[in-house]
C-alpha cells in the first residue's frame, strides 16, 4: 500500500523541488514517485496549498462556513458578557 503523505509534507517536497533540488534525490529521500512529486508541484502552482489537501473545495467551504458560524456564536456570547459587565459595575442593588 502506498504511503500518504500530508500536505505539509508535500508542500516541504513541493518547496524543495522548486528551489532547484533534483526531483529524483526528492523521489528517494521521500519514497515517493517522480511523476508525485510533479504531478503536486503542478497542482501547487495551479492553485496553492489548497490543492495539495485531500479536501474537495466544498469540504473546505463547508469548514470555513462552520468556522465562520463558530466566530459569530462566540461574538454573540461576548457581547452578551459585555452587557452583563457594564450592569454589574452600575451595581443597581446598592441605590
Known amino acids: 500500500m502506498p504511503k500518504s503523505y500530508d500536505p505539509d509534507e508535500k508542500m516541504e517536497i513541493v518547496l524543495r523541488a522548486i528551489k532547484g533540488e533534483k526531483v529524483s534525490d526528492l523521489a ?3 519514497d515517493v514517485s517522480r511523476n508525485s512529486i510533479y504531478l503536486w508541484k ?3 502552482l495551479e492553485g496553492g ?7 474537495s473545495v ?3 467551504e463547508a469548514k470555513l462556513k462552520e468556522k465562520d458560524e463558530q466566530i459569530k ?4 456570547i461576548i457581547s452578551q458578557q459585555k452587557v452583563q459587565m457594564e450592569i454589574l459595575k ?6
Open 73 to 76: 456564536e462566540m461574538e454573540k
Open 90 to 95: 452600575k451595581k443597581p442593588w446598592q441605590n
Open 58 to 60: 466544498t469540504e473546505q
Open 28 to 30: 528517494d529521500e521521500f
Open 42 to 44: 503542478n497542482e501547487f
Open 49 to 55: 496549498m489548497s490543492k495539495l489537501s485531500s479536501e
